[in-house]
């Protein structure tokens, strides 16, 4: 026989199945004595007999262990179905449960049953009376039962008062695994361990006695149990889903134990008062004031309605409804409110706890050191109120902020917006933005290229001709001003200024191919000599025009004479060929206008003086400020519009030229600016400052920065964005440069992404504390200058 095999049905009318349920009595003691002993005369007679019989196989015991499991459970089920029919017989008051036909055969089972063996690994189970306990604990346990069998669910006798009760608790038993007990009794003595039979002996005992198969172990006291006819009943019911005893009925009849009569009944059974049959003369006032106002047409009547027609009532609507529709108005939905506001619900307050009572216990007063730290605490950030204790609600003063908070929360209910805030959901890790990686956004510099060797002290400035990147033009602490080719490294051209050189650059106009450089209190303007021969001319003929015809000084006679009284600028020839315009401060750096024409000279220690607006082709030099707010460190143009940047230590002020006005006003951080660019398209702004910080400007946005990097571990010395490329980069004494990808989008929706992508290092060597001094950008490729203190430009490609 196959175990977990579906059960067939028993048919309803086999005399020789109901023969053999009945021979296998659960609570039949005596039949299983005298099947013992009828077994062991036969087990003689076959010892005496049957020499030549082969003792029975482990298979073929194992297929009468499951033909005599399945018939216990198959007996077990129809006894708890006999049981339930009897008990629901008894609730419909057919008759007692002695009458009933002893013999009724129960419905056949369609129940799929598999093979369940109860082993020692058993969970323990504590059963009332067991027929294998002893005989005081049966005659105990017969006591106990009802006449018809069952157990009466009333009794207090329990499994804990029998004697030898294991009273560890609920502790691992694997921890008495090598202890020859099992636990201590109520008395503290020890509950030594049983002696039990070996499996074999176990099998030979089940398939001997019948009482075997209902008999379970109880690993916790040691004990083997034999489940009654009850029990079985029971623990077959459980496992139905059905109440273990069959007296309880689940579908007990409903007992309404409240009236559903309505009843009238007086609030109050005092009588009627006299002045309710008596008619009110404030009513008579008012009634006659109405008529009075009618008669002088304060109040118009409207013509009475007719009968026939349905009275109109007005479109009313909630003012807080939540669909915010007229209610009955005609329409799919009805008509849209006049104001269209939703619901706002109001805040629930904080229920009031023992602190908040007027004399609250002991330990919820504040001590004087609680007082003392919540007076020198912030408003906002300490308690509203102290608990107080006062002697009675009486003595309790009335709240001293009481008007002044009526009033503000009157304020915010007129000023507040009729909207309803949504709450969101935003998890911790979408607040990090998502950055693409930098290789997606190459094209930028990322290894040295070449370096250009010929200066003998530092390199103050770099700057590539504006065109074709082909020059580059460079000027250092030696006093020289350079023009190298690019391609090839070789130094095309030299002047000697005899004066450090502060700062160095080209004049944007295609047609005159101009350099420019700041020499102290001096700028110089030269013919770079790299154009046509069209342009050569045309520079020469523009630096004649700037100085009117005056001859040159002779070598050695020295440089031009300087401003005269009155004079913000002295425009002179140069003996070694071009213009000298002389200030009277020295100059810091220059700036060249988009044109061409205009170029600006910064001065810091200039005070009125320290921006100066020089036209070429005038030879004029204005003061566009009167007074300057703080000291000048940088200026530039604006790339289309008349605007010019001017950055002092604190703040970046933006001037319209056209209108003589200022702008706006950048604020800047907590250090001192020392170097400004502009994007080419003019709506962004880098500033760098003594902080150590880089900080990005959206004019369209706020006035205050929109990012701040801080990558470098120096101040930064110059920062610069790439005409075509969505590049930046900045230079610092840490001997570093930074490049970063800044896009910016045409969408005034969308901010601009900023992400740093390279960091070029080892290509300078910082000396005395001074790394990288400027960088610059080739206007066509994706290529970077830098020029620092070890005498260096270095060239970085991608």
């Known amino acids: 026989m196959k175990r977990n095999a579906k059960r067939e049905e028993l048919p309803p009318g086999s005399e020789e199945e109901e023969d053999e349920l009945a021979e296998l009595d659960l609570d039949g003691e005596e039949a299983d004595s005298e099947e013992d002993g009828g077994e062991g005369e036969d087990a003689d007679d076959g010892g005496d007999d049957g020499e030549g019989e082969e003792p029975p196989s482990a298979s073929d015991a194992g297929e009468d262990e499951d033909e005599i499991e399945e018939a216990m459970l198959e007996l077990m089920a129809a006894q708890a179905e006999r049981a339930q029919a009897k008990a629901a017989a008894a609730a419909r008051g057919a008759g007692s449960s002695e009458e009933e036909d002893p013999d009724a055969k129960p419905q056949p089972s369609t129940r799929t049953q598999g093979k369940s063996r109860m082993g020692p690994g058993a969970a323990p189970v504590d059963v009332g009376s067991g027929e294998g306990e002893g005989a005081g604990e049966g005659e105990a346990g017969d006591a106990e039962r009802l006449p018809g069998g069952s157990q009466d669910p009333g009794s207090d006798s329990s499994e804990d008062e029998r004697p030898n009760r294991n009273t560890v608790g609920n502790v691992p038993l694997v921890w008495y695994k090598d202890e020859d007990h099992i636990g201590y009794d109520i008395e503290g003595g020890k509950i030594g361990k049983a002696q039990r039979a070996d499996r074999l002996q176990q099998l030979l005992d089940r398939n001997d006695s019948k009482k ?151 330990e919820y007063l504040p001590t004087e050191e609680e007082r003392a730290a919540w007076a020198m605490a912030d408003p906002e950030d300490r308690p509203r109120t102290l608990p107080q204790a006062f002697p009675s609600l009486r003595a309790v003063p009335a709240y001293a902020d009481f008007i002044k908070e009526r009033f503000e929360r009157c304020l915010d209910l007129y000023l507040c917006p009729r909207v309803r805030r949504k709450r969101l959901d935003i998890k911790p890790e979408q607040l990090v933005p998502q950055l693409p990686r930098p290789r997606d956004l190459q094209p930028f510099p990322t290894a040295l290229a070449l370096a250009f060797e010929g200066h003998e002290g530092p390199v103050r400035g770099v700057a590539p001709d504006p065109w074709a990147g082909q020059w580059l033009l460079s000027g250092g602490q030696d006093g020289t001003l350079r023009i190298w080719e690019v391609r090839t490294g070789r130094c095309w051209r030299t002047w000697q200024l005899g004066a450090p050189v502060a700062a160095v650059a080209w004049c944007p106009n295609p047609a005159l191919r101009l350099v420019s450089a700041a020499v102290g209190s001096e700028l110089v303007l030269l013919p770079s000599g790299t154009g046509p021969a069209e342009a050569e001319e045309a520079a020469e003929e523009a630096l004649r025009a700037a100085v009117g015809g005056r001859e040159a000084p002779e070598e050695g006679e020295g440089a031009g004479p300087g401003p005269g009284s009155g004079e913000l600028a002295a425009w002179s020839a140069r003996s070694g060929g071009g213009v000298s315009v002389r200030v009277r401060f020295p100059v810091a750096s220059l700036a060249w206008h988009g044109r061409g024409d205009y170029f600006a000279s910064v001065a810091p220690t200039g005070n009125t003086q320290a921006v100066v607006v020089h036209q070429l082709s005038k030879a004029a030099s204005q003061n566009p400020f009167r007074k300057n707010r703080g000291r000048v460190v940088r200026v530039a143009f604006h790339p289309a519009k008349p605007f010019l940047f001017v950055a002092t230590q604190n703040h970046v002020r933006v001037y319209n030229l056209a209108k003589q006005a200022l702008a706006k006003k950048l604020l800047g951080g907590g250090g001192s600016i020392s170097c400004l660019a502009v994007h080419p398209t003019g709506d962004h702004v880098l500033v760098g400052s003594d902080d150590k910080r880089v900080a990005w400007y959206d004019m369209d946005l706020s006035n205050k920065p929109y990012k701040a990097l801080r990558h470098h571990l120096q101040p930064p010395r110059a920062v610069a964005f790439h005409r075509s490329y969505p590049l930046f980069a900045s230079s610092s004494d840490d001997g570093t440069v930074q490049v970063f990808h800044g896009m910016v989008y045409s969408d005034l929706l969308t901010n601009p992404l900023i992400v740093p992508v390279k960091i070029l290092r080892g290509g300078h060597t910082v000396v005395k504390s001074a790394g990288v001094l400027d960088c610059a950008f080739h206007p066509t490729q994706p290529w970077i200058f830098t020029a620092g203190a070890d005498s260096k430009i270095l060239l970085y490609y991608n």
């Open 212 to 362: 075997a198969l209902r008999t379970i172990y109880d690993p916790y006291n040691d004990e083997e149990i034999t489940l009654s006819r009850e029990e079985l009943a029971m623990v077959m019911r459980i496992r139905k889903g059905q109440f273990p005893h069959v007296e309880v009925n689940p579908f007990e009849p409903y007992n309404d134990y409240f009236s559903r009569e309505r009843e009238v009944m007086p609030i109050v059974d005092r009588p009627e008062p006299k002045s309710r049959f008596v008619p009110s003369k404030w009513e008579e006032k008012k009634i006659i004031k109405l008529v009075r106002a009618i008669r002088k047409g304060w109040i118009r009547v409207g013509p009475p309605k007719s009968a026939d027609l349905p009275p109109e009532e007005p479109p009313a609507y909630l003012l807080w409804g939540d669909d915010g529709t007229v209610e009955g108005a005609a329409g799919p939905g009805g008509a849209k409110a006049g104001s269209g506001l939703t619901y706002i619900p109001a805040p629930k307050p904080q229920l009031p706890g023992h602190a908040d009572s007027y004399n609250p216990p002991a």
